[in-house]
């Protein structure tokens, strides 16, 4: 059964700095576009950051731009989200999902084109 794993969340204080790692089991990453999305309590999940394996281009949202990093393993079945500077704000349970109907461009971070997701880890930054 195809399966996202992630891991790497925790509790840390603001300006620390977190690696979130998903990887696929039983399955291979290599035709679909990569994304991290994030669920804050009350709110909507939103994109946080996408890469298309097709031709290497990355994505992010807005209030990630120059703090947040996305990055496939060399064993192009894990990818990272490599997270600088964290702010209270970015306190929320994170998710990988992969899609290989992903829609792209400016609909990078629209969760109707991504077809499998992770169940999850919970990142919480302190003020």
């Known amino acids: 059964q195809a399966q996202l794993v992630e891991s790497g969340g925790g509790l840390v204080q603001a300006g620390d700095s977190l690696r979130l790692s998903c990887a696929a089991s039983g399955w291979s990453l290599g035709f679909y576009a990569l994304g991290w999305f994030r669920q804050a309590p009350g709110k909507e999940r939103e994109g946080v950051s996408c890469?298309?394996?097709?031709?290497?281009?990355?994505f992010y949202g807005d209030s990630v731009k120059g703090r947040f990093t996305i990055a496939r393993g060399n064993d192009k079945n894990t990818v990272y989200l490599q997270m600088n500077n964290l702010k209270p704000e970015d306190t929320a349970v994170y998710y990988c999902?992969?899609?290989?109907?992903?829609?792209?461009?400016?609909?990078?971070?629209?969760?109707?084109?991504?077809?499998?997701w992770g169940q999850g880890t919970q990142v919480t930054v302190s003020s």
């Open positions: 890469l298309s394996t097709s031709d290497g281009r990355t």
């Open positions: 999902a992969a899609g290989i109907n992903w829609y792209g461009g400016s609909r990078w971070a629209q969760t109707s084109g991504y077809d499998y």
